[in-house]
């Protein structure tokens, strides 16, 4: 039992709209690691996204965070810009979808790593700076002969392993990947979760990887967290969420999922909720199969289940549960109308 | 309107299609010599990378992209040589479903307005209100209902799988025979996809349609296709039943794709052993099969070159780090500037005395990984006063072959060069 | 224009109705958003410009009405002469100018010059500038060519002297009107409107909805008007209000150079700023002031109104509002917990946090 790398609890994230608040983080715990690899899932618009920036303090005017997020003793949350600042890089990494964007074409490969670390290590010898950028290389798949290369003389599977290697390279703690493969091919999404996984055994990095794709976080990850509409519905160990998911919402995702071993079509009826105004209680209460009377009345409490700890008044807790709480809820037919 | 049928057998066949795209006089072969028979009423897979062709092929058959050779039969026509006109008449019945629903409706029009327009085009509705039918219809079987609340929505209204619906709807509203589908669901909500793919398998049912199917995910591929052609670098190495294909894959790509799926069941999951590299860059393809320097089982005749011994150093230095890739480097420096596609590799050394030197780095190197493929490839390494020349098998293009149920384009299953004892390694 | 194309209908029931009053609504509203979306700086920009452009069309408008005197009136109804360089006051609200106008209906009347003139031209300038800019986008190559290199060759010219030769040489066929003075202003704007469309046509041309219509079978004909001009005209209002702005100007330094309307036609400030020069050494300040004012006026509203609208309509610009929202600081916690069999509200981190170390 290793002392976290980062605990997140309760955090908060909202947005001010025309409309109201947009609770696009609305209470999440969760703890990382040394070296573990958290896989955060769910589908587009559930705030997984919000809740890495936010993690890094990496938001958008207009974005008001609450809660903890604890790093070495400290809560980021009330830290300070220039504190986060600081932070970032040599603690706190980030790992873009899109890597052309964030490689200035204009630099060669060597003069990104070289800026990086002067700016964050400045004591370092130039000749150990360059020895250490080209050993992250290698360990990307890099190979050293490509050092001096520009960025677009690189396919985009390359750019990605550099951008990997260039959050690396300061050995951070800690880093959030937020979907690194998404843009990528097959192949090459297969070797960057490749690389993503070993991770722990190169670099003793922990690595928040948010993705939509349920297959990915299976190959790469040693936990997940499924979010649903800010919250995180359940988490645990991968094997233990896939084998036997716990919260209906998961179990739905999973099923509906094509994978090579799909011979049926599955579908969650519905859209995600507005995060303006979520539906009271248990969010995926109106999509929900197994939705029972309590799920709209009360916010469900987070239940250890085996290893997982999941938000569905399905576990409980009996103690809370109103009368009749477990009847069958009668809902409308929903229609293609509300569909995602 | 009633549904004209030319023949029983829905024939579509497109040979050597290539498609220039001319900047500095470099020529990339998007698809570069297909020949694919579609039948009527089958869902045919294309699948791939980005970059295969498999887009610019399914463009191509709809006379959205001008194939620069080659045919392609649709009924009596060719479609590949038909003027705009007689072209733009045939487009009720080849219609297509894009990849980005929030990109291919017009933003500012309105339902009613966008999945009739087709019907206007081609002059089928004589009023408004047969057209508003028309619409509503297409509108409900596409299962956006109620109709009318949809009628006088801006795509802008919608979400991303009302969106597809929405495209799928103006796709079926002329009563087409082919539906083009490139990646109909790739950029929605892992929840739509299933409920996009079940709508089109419905309407492919009702309609009698027959589909081409674009992806590069083998899961939907799988699920949908009644038959795939895998594509590499605008060819197709390999078509056949899904089920042959999916079952016992023959090309060494396909395994390595089929390899690459994620699954979210882990009992499911098996180590893998991922072909090395990237797709290579089309305006220059690979010299022999073009899939041979990323493939684990090539042999003496894929085409090896002095490319391949170039990306066999990057390797040995990635692996090696940056010490030997220091010492070695000088060493080979001249092949940076070899001529491509010959049969031999030439380095040039600096001084005599490195000579040796050089072809003791190479002996090193095969010694150290003597599974690497490449040396397959390499006849012998001779040297001459300040050059150590490398002769490499002559390679040879693979064609498509029959084997077994499937259409493979790969030396190991041409039996004229299929190695002696040689087992097929799963 | 986009919507004009729709063959006309044949049976405007009860369905018809219903979608035109649909579209009604749209446009409405399209009207309104920038008015409703606005805040701030942009907000006071867009409300003030628009107040004073509509107290000026109300002045256009109603000239008639308003205006005491025809503009070329030099006597009242009985005949009698109204004398020279009166003083404002009296029958005169702003006095007389040298020929015996009364100022007060020659800035009236001459609001109606203005806006006539800078309608006709904004229209045809429009016209033609999006007709160019969507065929020269949409087909490229040598069309492409040839017309930016027409249209790049007019934006050389300083606007003043381009619309003076335009004048001047329609002054011969069409002669002195508001026609010759719109048709000069035309030609100074097309390459404004040219270039716009052009860019945004190039950029929608390689949508995929363009290549959906191309994939029905649509004509380029009906590419370009139903799918193209619709998306590609939306920056055009913003240049188009500043435009007008600009045009006003043109038109007075038309005017002022003696280029422009002749005075027997209409009224026009430009030219009675131009009589007033020389009262101004003589301390008769009225002939001056008040068409200047009216000049600087148009042309501020309607400069407020363009940078208003842009500000809200520019995406690049626009600044989102920020809504600044109370989070409540641990109410939900508490509320679900309300009604639960009470005494846990305070402990619910703990406990969370000693689940968490069970699991571990």
Redesign the interface.
């Known amino acids: 039992?290793t002392e976290p790398v980062l605990s997140v609890?309760?955090l908060?994230v909202?947005y001010?709209?025309?409309h109201?608040?947009a609770r696009a983080v609305?209470?999440v715990?969760f703890?990382l690691r040394p070296g573990e690899v958290l896989g955060l899932v769910g589908?587009?618009g559930c705030g997984k996204s919000t809740l890495g920036r936010g993690v890094l303090g990496l938001l958008p005017?207009?974005a008001?965070l609450?809660g903890e997020v604890i790093y070495q003793d400290r809560n980021l949350v009330e830290a300070s810009a220039r504190e986060i600042q600081r932070l970032r890089g040599p603690e706190l990494g980030l790992i873009f979808q899109e890597p052309l964007t964030r490689l200035n074409p204009l630099l060669r490969i060597s003069e990104h790593f070289e800026e990086t670390l002067k700016a964050h290590e400045p004591d370092l010898p130039k000749g150990e700076a360059k020895?250490r950028s080209?050993?992250v290389l290698?360990a990307m798949?890099?190979?050293?002969?490509?050092y001096r290369a520009y960025p677009h003389e690189f396919?985009g599977?390359?750019r990605q392993r550099i951008m990997i290697a260039l959050a690396l390279v300061l050995r951070p703690a800690f880093v959030v990947a937020d979907e690194p493969t998404t843009a990528l091919?097959?192949?090459?999404?297969?070797?960057i979760?490749?690389i993503l996984a070993d991770l722990r055994r190169n670099f003793d990095t922990s690595l928040l990887f948010i993705t939509?794709?349920?297959?990915?976080?299976?190959?790469a990850c040693d936990r997940v967290a499924v979010m649903y509409a800010g919250r995180i519905v359940e988490q645990?160990p991968?094997?233990d969420v896939?084998?036997r998911p716990q919260h209906p919402y998961t179990q739905?995702?999973?099923r509906?999922?094509?994978?090579?071993?799909?011979?049926g079509?599955?579908?969650?009826p519905g859209?995600?909720p507005d995060l303006i105004n979520p539906p009271s209680g248990c969010r995926f209460h109106p999509r929900c199969p197994k939705a029972m009377q309590v799920c709209p009345q009360?916010?469900p409490e987070?239940v250890?289940v085996g290893?997982q700890?999941v938000e569905c008044w399905l576990h409980g807790p009996d103690?809370?549960m109103?009368d009749g709480g477990r009847e069958i809820l009668v809902r409308e037919e929903i229609?293609?109308?509300d569909?995602? | 309107m009633e549904m004209r049928d030319l023949e029983v057998h829905f024939d579509l066949r497109s040979s050597a299609l290539a498609r220039l795209l001319g900047s500095a006089g470099e020529t990339v072969k998007a698809v570069d010599g297909v020949n694919v028979l579609l039948r009527r009423g089958e869902v045919l897979g294309l699948v791939g990378?980005?970059g295969s062709g498999k887009t610019t092929l399914g463009r191509a058959l709809l006379g959205l992209v001008r194939p620069t050779s080659g045919q392609i039969r649709y009924g009596a026509d060719d479609l590949a040589s038909l003027p705009q006109r007689r072209l733009r008449v045939l487009r009720r019945r080849l219609q297509m479903v894009f990849q980005d629903p929030h990109a291919a409706l017009n933003p500012t029009m309105d339902l009613r307005t966008a999945i009739g327009h087709p019907l206007r085009i081609h002059g089928l509705v004589s009023s408004r209100a047969e057209a508003r039918d028309r619409v509503i219809d297409a509108l409900e079987r596409v299962?956006?209902?109620?109709a009318h609340?949809?009628l006088d929505k801006l795509p802008a209204e919608l979400?991303?799988?009302?969106k597809q619906?929405a495209v799928i709807a103006r796709a079926i509203i002329c009563g087409p025979e082919l539906l083009v589908a490139d990646e109909p669901i790739s950029m929605?909500?892992?929840?739509?996809?299933?409920?996009i793919?079940?709508l089109m398998l419905d309407l492919k049912r009702e309609l009698d349609l027959t589909y081409v199917y674009i992806t590069?995910?083998?899961?939907?591929a799988?699920?949908f296709c009644d038959r795939v052609a895998i594509m590499y670098l605008g060819r197709v190495v390999e078509l056949g039943p899904t089920e042959e294909i999916?079952a016992d894959p023959k090309h060494p790509y396909t395994r390595?794709?089929?390899?690459?799926?994620?699954?979210?069941?882990?009992?499911?999951?098996v180590p893998?052993d991922?072909?090395r590299g990237?797709?290579p860059d089309a305006a220059a393809p690979p010299h022999g099969c073009s899939f041979h320097p990323r493939c684990p089982l090539a042999f003496e005749p894929c085409g090896w070159e002095a490319r391949d011994l170039r990306a066999m150093f990057?390797?040995r230095?990635?692996?090696l780090?940056?010490d030997v890739?220091a010492n070695e480097?000088p060493l080979v420096a001249a092949l940076d500037d070899v001529k491509v596609g010959d049969g031999t590799a030439r380095i040039r050394v600096p001084s005599n005395r490195q000579v040796s030197e050089l072809a003791g780095l190479m002996e090193e190197a095969q010694a150290e990984t003597p599974d690497d493929p490449l040396w397959r490839g390499v006849v012998g390494v001779e040297t001459d006063d300040d050059t150590v020349v490398v002769r490499f098998h002559e390679g040879s293009d693979p064609g498509l072959l029959r084997s077994g149920g499937v259409d493979v384009a790969c030396h190991l299953h041409d039996p004229r060069l299929r190695p002696e004892g040689a087992e097929r390694r799963g | 224009m986009a919507t004009a194309a729709v063959p006309p209908p044949s049976d405007m029931g009860d369905v018809g109705g219903g979608r035109g009053r649909t579209r009604l609504r749209r446009f409405l509203s399209g009207i309104a958003r920038p008015y409703r979306n606005s805040h701030g700086v942009g907000r006071f920009m867009l409300i003030s410009g628009t107040v004073l452009v509509c107290l000026m069309l109300v002045m256009a408008v109603f000239s008639p009405l308003i205006a005491p005197y025809g503009f070329s009136q030099v006597a009242d109804a009985t005949g009698e002469r109204f004398g020279n360089h009166l003083e404002p006051g009296g029958d005169h609200w702003f006095g007389t100018s040298t020929q015996g106008f009364d100022v007060f209906s020659r800035v009236v009347w001459g609001a109606r010059t203005a806006v006539t003139v800078v309608l006709l031209a904004l229209a045809f300038s429009l016209f033609i500038g999006v007709l160019l800019g969507l065929l020269a986008g949409f087909i490229g190559r040598w069309v492409d060519r040839v017309l930016v290199m027409i249209m790049d060759s007019l934006y050389a010219l300083p606007a003043l002297l381009l619309a003076i030769v335009v004048a001047f040489l329609l002054a011969e066929h069409v002669g002195g009107g508001t026609a010759t003075a719109a048709l000069a202003i035309t030609a100074v704007y097309i390459p404004q409107y040219f270039r716009v469309v052009r860019a945004a046509t190039i950029s929608a041309k390689e949508q995929t909805y363009v290549e959906a219509a191309r994939a029905m079978g649509a004509r380029p004909i009906t590419i370009m008007l139903r799918y193209l001009l619709s998306n590609v005209v939306q920056s055009v209002p913003v240049i188009a209000t500043l435009n007008a702005a600009d045009a006003i100007l043109t038109l007075a330094g038309l005017g002022f150079l003696g280029y422009g309307i002749q005075p027997t036609e209409a009224s026009e400030w430009g030219y009675d700023l131009q009589r007033a020069v020389a009262d101004a050494g003589t301390g008769i300040w009225w002939t001056g002031l008040f068409p200047g004012l009216a000049i600087v006026l148009l042309v501020m509203g309607l400069t407020l109104m363009g940078e208003g609208l842009n500000e809200t309509m520019n995406p690049a610009i626009r600044v989102?509002?920020?809504?600044?929202?109370t989070?409540p600081?641990?109410d939900?916690?508490t509320?679900?917990r309300d009604?639960?069999?009470g005494g846990t509200a305070g402990t619910t981190?703990s406990v969370?946090d000693l689940?968490?170390g069970?699991?571990?």
């Open positions: 039992m609890r309760e908060r909202w001010g709209t025309e109201g608040p609305d209470g715990t703890d589908e587009s005017r207009g008001h609450d020895h080209i050993e290698r798949g890099i190979p050293p002969t490509r396919s599977g390359m091919d097959v192949l090459v999404e297969a070797q979760i490749g939509h794709n349920l297959g990915i976080v299976a190959e645990g991968v094997n896939f084998a739905e995702l999973l509906s999922t094509i994978s090579l071993s799909t011979t079509l599955h579908y969650i859209a995600p009360r916010f987070r250890p290893p700890t103690e809370l109103p229609t293609v109308a569909e995602a | 990378e980005s299962g956006l209902t109620p609340q949809f979400s991303g799988g009302q619906r929605l909500d892992m929840s739509v996809r299933a409920k793919l079940e590069h995910d083998l899961a939907t799988k699920f999916f390595a794709l089929l390899g690459a799926v994620p699954d979210p069941d882990p009992e499911r999951r893998r991922l072909p990237e797709i990057e390797r230095w990635t692996r780090g940056e890739f480097q | 989102r509002r920020l809504v600044s929202i989070m600081s641990i939900r916690a509320a679900r009604d639960a069999a981190g969370d689940r968490k069970d699991v571990r």
